[in-house]
């Protein structure tokens, strides 16, 4: 083979790999959901089910929750799956979402030293945070218009304290609930988490669940189709479908099974 | 810190099939991404080096401050272009590898004229009055100084491929980072870095070493053997 060949033989090669997956006849939905779901692996084991049932793709755009709410305002989504009832609901005032239905819900925990200097362990997560603020202990928030921060937001405001990124002790990192998670780990701080998420945390460091089983820390799941009259592109029928799947007996128990490290996770509660 | 390395050569040793997934997806992104900055950006550099146009400074300044935008505000921009509100929605290519190959080609093309212009105009200097004084046409002087300068452009277009195949921003935002669509290497690797998952976070980045360096050694088995041949 001489020279021109290969060259000739190279540059079809390389034009060829980039064109690799141009057609994609499978049918897809997008749907923006929260990290909690995703990097809790609920989704790598609820979704093939669904798939293998209806022969839908599902491609889940995994944010914080106010982020997968701004994506659907923005029609890049055909479903919104996420966890903040008032938000939620402010979707559907919109006009974004004909109606949001309730599917499931987890708790949260909150996540501190072992060691545990502002003495929170207990019940109750009011009070804990309390302590942590008269202690000043340093405490992690998401900080990022999550379903986990504005729920962080709303124990704060229940305990009567106001928090802001001008105290030292309390840190805004803007970000997931790993991440933050794993900045927790490196200072050694307090911070709000879902209990799957850190279930599948791998990073620990020396930190523990110091409360736990508050009423309070409750985690309702919503899931909401796009209004198709706002954003006329969006699958109806397969995101209908998703929905109706998620909300169904096969689909409940789907999330009813999934353990990480022999715990249940998530807690079907779709109303019949 | 040692375990984690020796966590991430097991993870290897299984060549997971998801991890193929994620490698194939983030060469077919990058080197497509390479290929429209080399069929764009080459002749635009080298046609700024050769020509002179009113405005050519400017261009040049434009073209160099390019080569170092953030990733993250290309993302961001690609996201505002190809949202289902914005201006190219109707294309669908959010969240799709299509999108992820408009992002980067963004990112590749300027570096690559950028770098070909230097390289071409040093050959320009060299070789202009020689070209004007034959009155070559245009297109054979610029086929002439690639050909002349090609080992040199041959370092351009790795500067392309390594500034695509390593940058997170714009793929993240862009692509959104779906399970087995738009994940790439980078995205995988903040990705299990924020679950915690270091040893899989470190594992993926050997992988992604791997790749860059595989790339420049074959650059420069390629130039050598030219450089045997033909000199």
Avoid at chain 1, 56 to 85: E, M, N, Y
Avoid at chain 1, 199 to 218: C, H, M, Q, S
Avoid at chain 2, 8 to 21: H, I, M, Q, R, V
Wanted: charged share 20%.
């Amino acid at each position: 083979m001489n020279r021109r060949n290969i060259l000739k033989i190279s540059a079809l090669a390389v034009l060829a790999f980039s064109t690799i997956g141009m057609s994609h006849a499978q049918k897809s939905i997008v749907v923006s959901s929260t990290t909690s779901t995703e990097q809790s692996g609920l989704f790598k084991h609820l979704l093939p089910v669904f798939e293998k049932k209806t022969g839908i793709q599902v491609k889940v755009v995994a944010v914080g929750t106010g982020q997968a709410l701004d994506i659907g305002r923005r029609g890049d989504a055909d479903v919104v799956f996420v966890h903040d009832k008032v938000a939620e609901e402010k979707f559907v005032a919109e006009g974004f979402a004909e109606k949001r239905i309730e599917v499931m819900y987890n708790d949260f925990v909150l996540i501190g030293p072992k060691a545990d200097p502002a003495k929170t362990k207990g019940n109750d997560i009011q009070a804990a945070l309390q302590k942590i603020s008269n202690a000043k202990s340093t405490f992690i928030s998401r900080g990022d218009k999550s379903g986990t921060h504005a729920a962080e937001l709303r124990y704060w405001k229940g305990a009567g304290v106001e928090v802001s990124a001008t105290q030292p002790w309390y840190k805004e990192t803007g970000s997931g609930m790993g991440p933050a998670l794993n900045t927790a780990s490196g200072m050694n701080g307090y911070i709000l988490s879902d209990r799957a998420t850190w279930l599948t945390f791998k990073n620990r460091g020396d930190l523990a669940i110091v409360v736990e089983g508050d009423p309070k820390l409750f985690n309702q799941y919503g899931v909401m189709l796009v209004n198709p009259s706002k954003h006329p592109h969006v699958k109806k029928a397969e995101g209908q479908a998703f929905i109706d799947w998620i909300i169904s007996s096969e689909g409940q128990q789907t999330i009813a099974s999934y353990k990480v490290e022999g715990q249940q996770s998530f807690f079907p509660n779709a109303k019949k | 810190m040692l375990s984690a390395f020796h966590d991430a050569f097991s993870l290897l040793e299984t060549l997971d099939s998801n991890l193929l997934e994620i490698v194939i997806v983030s060469l077919h992104v990058s080197i497509s991404a390479l290929v429209i900055g080399c069929v764009l950006g080459m002749p635009l550099g080298a046609l700024v080096a050769i020509q002179n146009f009113p405005g050519r400074q400017i261009v040049i300044v434009i073209l160099n401050s390019l080569m170092g935008v953030p990733t993250v505000i290309v993302g961001v921009a690609i996201y505002l272009l190809l949202s289902r509100t914005g201006p190219l929605g109707e294309l669908n290519w959010l969240f799709t590898p299509k999108g992820m190959i408009l992002a980067q080609s963004v990112l590749t093309t300027p570096l690559i004229a950028a770098l070909t212009r230097q390289i071409i105009e040093d050959g320009w200097r060299i070789h202009g009055e020689t070209m004007s004084a034959l009155r070559l046409p245009i297109a054979a002087k610029l086929k002439w100084l690639v050909w002349d300068c090609r080992f040199s452009l041959s370092i351009a277009l790795l500067a392309g491929f390594a500034r695509a195949i390593s940058e997170v921003g714009a793929v993240m935002i862009v692509g959104g980072n779906i399970d087995r669509v738009t994940r790439t290497m980078t995205t995988a690797i903040a990705l299990e870095t924020s679950k915690g998952d270091l040893p899989l976070a470190l594992a993926l980045g050997m992988v992604l070493l791997g790749i860059v360096l595989l790339a420049n050694l074959l650059t420069s088995v390629i130039k050598s053997f030219a450089e045997r041949r033909y000199g």
